[in-house]
Each structure stands twice: as structure tokens, then as C-alpha cells.
């Protein structure tokens, strides 16, 4: 009978589908998010080896290949290696940091220990620096991965569009591939807009992390000067350089931002951070962020005749939906007296980037192919684009910081911060708000139509910090747009509390659909 009884349960089985196994899903890391990645991670659901792999796939689908977005100049070619380790250590111990096998995608004016770093240029082809740059030590310190380097505007001279002469042709913005991505940190913000990585790093002179974020819809923070280190970065003018994240998300953004503030002894200008040190910027990430706050619009960034009126909508609604989410919205809020500042600010370089450049270049003695500015323009290893700017530069007198030029220069940018703090004292506000460009992004090799860059003036010289987050999209929805919160001095935390406010009422980011998710 047991026989009989067995007999009969086999066959069923046999007829019987097999159980199909549990699947875990595929981790999508198109619009991943820091904590999306780490919950993964923790779930079982994904490796930092995996991980890295779905980015390498996604460069090799679409950064060449594709829509051939060309961003990248360099793939680390250790980066399956340090993933491993990660992998190792998590085993062990869990997460290593608070970007934990963060994949980033990092300028290529960042110095990166045993990756070339070029700053865009053939003239610096082959320079392997021995360090990182303090923001590149600060993330890998925490738990983040080197990606890939980045491509730029050579030098980070243009705001307006990204080529070099290190890699061939130009960057495209994975919104509409005959656009620009705005400069210089145009291939960061390329690359994180079409999630090729997590997050990235740039570098802001007059507008260029906030610039290209504002055109592919990414997040990105200017801090206040001496906030973050500039060191190992390769400058352009250290009266107004500062570097710092772009990404997809204010919240990504932060947890980037928290990581790499803090003074530094290479860059002395950090030493004014230690009075507002160490500051914890995760609870400036409220929804409500906006409730109660005072909002001023800061016609005299963006009003021109050649401004565009659709930027001009987009904008009047985004202030709407700030007032909607509980700002008081001031309008006009004007910096009295600015044109007369501006007018009387005497002409003349204060050091400059053949003063910067050529003390760079001195320091690194032997490691660098050129040692000065001079040595770049005979070795001919630039993009033709860059010709003019670097000869005369070449002219400029160097004025070292104890110039008369210089001495006019603080008092000229001392007379602006102080019209700034008035106003903003005199209409109670927390931050300016004006949108981060007043035109969409121009077709690639355009250089004549307006373009419409509002970021060069209050922040750079000021040296107070300005975050631009996605307001929208002009041309039917096609081209992205962004709005800038202008704010005082060590203000980050208001002015996190106000851009994460607005982007959780909005929520306007959106994948470019050039590099839609790939197939598992």
C-alpha cells in the first residue's frame, strides 16, 4: 500500500510544473539615489562589483556608442578591482562610509592618484598626479568610487560649451544631442544626467556647476568661499574657483556636500569655515522647507532684452509654486546702487590665470609635461577654440595678491557683498531666487545667439553660495531649465532647506529619453 501510496506521489510530481525560484529583480540604476543603491546592498539584492558593472555597461551603451554623449575621457581601470574590495569589506563589516561604493564621475581638473588628469588639454597629456584632491580624498574616504574622469571645457575657460582638445569633439546633452551642455563641468553633468554615474564632481569659476546642471536638470551646489577645499584642483581664477557636487537629487547632492566641506591647510582660503564647523546638513532636508520663508526675485540677475519669454514662464510658475508652498514672495527685492558699484570697478587683472596657472605648474615640478603658461601655448597642445584666451592671458600683467589691481578688486567685491546683505536685510529675506539661465541651451557650435548665462556675477563675486535645482523644461517639454536660490554667507543649511522644499513640491526631474534603461 506505501509503495502504491509512493508510486502514485512521484508521478504527480513528475507531471507537476518545477517550482519556478524566487527572482530577485535586476537593480535599475537609471535615476538611482544613493539610498536606493545602499538598501540594495543591504537587502542582498546588489554587489558594489554589480553595481559598477551596470555603470560600465551603460558608458559602453551610450557614451561612445548610441547617442554617443561624450562625456568621458578616462574609465578607471581599476575601478572593478576597488569595487571587489568593497565588496570584501561590506562582507565584513557592512557599509564602509556614507557613500559606500558611490560610483562618481569626476571632473577632469580633479587631481586623482595614478589617473591622468588633463584639465582638458594635449598640453597636460600623460600627468599622473600621486595624490587626490582633497574632494576626491574626502569621497573615496567615505566609501566612494572613481568612476570615470570627465570631459570639460579646456582649462574650464567657456561656460557655454564643452570641448577639449584631450577628446575628440563635443559634449551633447542627453535632452536633445544637438544642444550644449553648458561648460565647463559640462561632461560631469552629461554623464550624471544620463545616469553613466551616481554622482559627480565640477568646478564653479562663473557658473559651471551650476550652469550645466541647470541645462540637463541635475542638482548642483556653489558653496560659500571656504567652505570647500580647492585644492588639487586645477585652477582658473582662485578668486572665484570653488568645486563641489552635481546630481540628480538635493538629497544625493548633501550627502555628497556633507562629506567634502572642511578646512584643509593646502587652501588657506578654507580657514574662515572652522568658526561655522562641523555643521550637519541632513536636517535641512525638511519637505516643508519653504514654509515661512521669504523669497526675493532678483530681476536684475536675469532681466534683458534678449531673454527669453517661455524661461520667463516657467520661472513666474515656479515662483507660484513657491508661494504655494508657504514663501512669501517679494517682487521685485533690488540690490539698490549695483550699476554704480559695477561702472566704478577699476579695470585691471588681479592675478588671474596665468598667476594661477603658472604657481600650479611650478609646483608640480617634474611630474607635469609643461611648466608654464608660455610652455602650453609653444607646445601647441590645445583646442583652437582655446588659442585666444590662453595668449592673452599670456599678456596680462602678474599681478600677485598685493597689486593695486588686487587691492581695487576686494574693495570692489567687499562694496557688492555689502549691496547684497543690505537688500537682503532690508526686505527680511532668506534667500534671491532668478532663473539659473535666461535662455535654453544653444545648438552645439553656436556661439552667436544669446546665451543667456545669469550665474557670473552675484555668487563669484560675492563669494556667497547659490544651489540651482530643476524648474522645468522649454520647447514642449524638451529642454530642461533651472532656478537658483542665492543666499548670504555659511547659509547652506537655509538654503538646502529651500531647495529641497521646492523639489518635493515639484519633483521636475526626468530621464532624458536618449538613454533610456538598458535591457537586463
Not at 92 to 105: E, F, N
Not at 121 to 130: D, F, I
Not at 303 to 328: Q, S, W, Y
Not at 418 to 435: E, G, H, I, N, R
Request: proline content about 8%.
Amino acid at each position: 500500500m506505501a509503495t502504491r501510496w509512493l508510486s502514485g506521489f512521484l508521478l504527480l510530481a513528475v507531471l507537476l510544473p518545477a517550482p519556478i525560484p524566487a527572482q530577485i529583480s535586476p537593480f535599475q540604476v537609471t535615476e538611482a539615489t544613493i539610498a536606493q543603491v545602499h538598501e540594495a546592498f543591504q537587502s542582498g539584492g546588489l554587489t558594489c562589483s554589480g553595481l559598477v558593472g551596470l555603470y560600465l555597461k551603460r558608458i559602453e551603451a551610450y557614451d561612445k556608442s548610441g547617442p554617443a554623449i561624450n562625456s568621458i575621457i578616462l574609465v578607471n581601470p581599476d575601478v572593478t578591482k576597488d569595487a571587489a574590495e568593497l565588496d570584501r569589506r561590506f562582507a565584513a563589516s557592512g557599509l564602509t562610509g556614507p557613500l559606500h561604493c558611490v560610483p562618481m564621475i569626476v571632473k577632469d581638473n580633479f587631481e586623482t592618484k595614478g589617473l591622468q588628469t588633463t584639465d582638458g588639454s594635449l598640453a597636460l597629456k600623460g600627468y599622473l598626479p600621486a595624490q587626490d584632491a582633497f574632494q576626491v580624498r574626502r569621497a573615496r574616504e567615505a566609501g566612494a568610487i572613481v568612476l570615470a574622469k570627465s570631459n570639460l571645457a579646456e582649462w574650464a575657460f567657456t561656460p557655454y560649451e564643452t570641448v577639449s582638445s584631450i577628446l575628440p569633439g563635443y559634449t551633447k546633452n542627453p535632452y536633445a544631442l544637438d544642444r550644449v551642455t553648458a561648460g565647463s563641468s559640462g561632461g560631469t553633468a552629461a554623464a550624471i544626467a544620463a545616469s553613466l554615474g551616481l554622482v559627480g564632481l565640477g568646478s564653479d569659476t562663473g557658473n559651471s556647476i551650476r550652469g550645466p546642471a541647470a541645462h540637463q536638470a541635475l542638482v548642483g551646489i556653489r558653496s560659500t568661499m571656504g567652505l570647500t577645499s580647492r585644492a588639487g584642483v586645477l585652477p582658473l581664477s582662485t578668486l572665484a574657483d570653488i568645486a563641489g557636487p552635481m546630481a540628480r537629487t538635493v538629497e544625493d547632492a548633501v550627502k555628497v556636500f556633507q562629506v567634502i566641506v572642511g578646512t584643509d591647510p593646502n587652501d588657506p582660503v578654507t580657514t574662515a569655515a572652522s568658526a561655522h564647523l562641523p555643521l550637519n546638513y541632513a536636517p535641512s532636508l525638511r519637505p516643508e522647507g519653504l514654509k515661512g520663508a521669504v523669497i526675493g526675485i532678483l530681476r536684475q540677475a536675469y532681466e534683458r532684452e534678449t531673454t527669453d519669454p517661455e524661461v520667463v514662464k516657467i520661472f513666474l510658475a515656479a515662483v507660484e509654486d513657491m508661494r504655494k508652498a508657504g514663501a512669501t514672495i517679494v517682487d521685485p527685492a533690488t540690490i539698490e546702487g549695483l550699476a554704480e558699484i559695477r561702472r566704478a570697478r577699476a579695470i585691471g587683472a588681479c592675478m588671474g590665470f596665468k598667476y594661477d596657472m603658472n604657481r600650479y605648474l611650478e609646483a608640480q615640478g617634474d611630474k607635469v609635461p609643461v611648466k608654464s603658461l608660455a610652455e602650453i601655448i609653444q607646445s601647441g597642445g590645445f583646442h583652437p577654440s582655446a588659442q585666444r584666451r590662453l595668449e592673452t592671458a599670456e599678456k596680462d600683467p602678474v599681478n600677485g595678491p598685493e597689486s593695486e589691481a588686487c587691492q581695487a578688486d576686494r574693495e570692489y567685491r567687499e562694496k557688492f557683498r555689502q549691496a547684497v546683505l543690505k537688500a537682503m536685510s532690508q526686505y527680511k529675506l532668506d534667500a534671491f531666487v532668478y532663473p539659473t539661465w535666461s535662455n535654453p541651451p544653444r545648438l552645439i557650435g553656436d556661439l552667436n545667439t544669446p546665451h543667456g548665462d545669469n550665474s557670473q556675477v552675484f555668487a563669484p563675486t560675492t563669494g556667497f553660495p547659490a544651489i540651482t535645482v530643476p524648474m522645468g523644461y522649454t520647447r514642449n517639454g524638451a529642454l530642461p531649465a533651472g532656478v537658483t536660490f542665492f543666499g548670504r554667507a555659511w547659509s547652506e543649511p537655509r538654503l538646502l532647506q529651500l531647495v529641497y522644499g521646492y523639489e518635493q513640491a515639484t519633483h521636475h526631474r526626468k530621464s532624458p529619453a536618449t538613454t533610456p534603461p538598458l535591457k537586463p
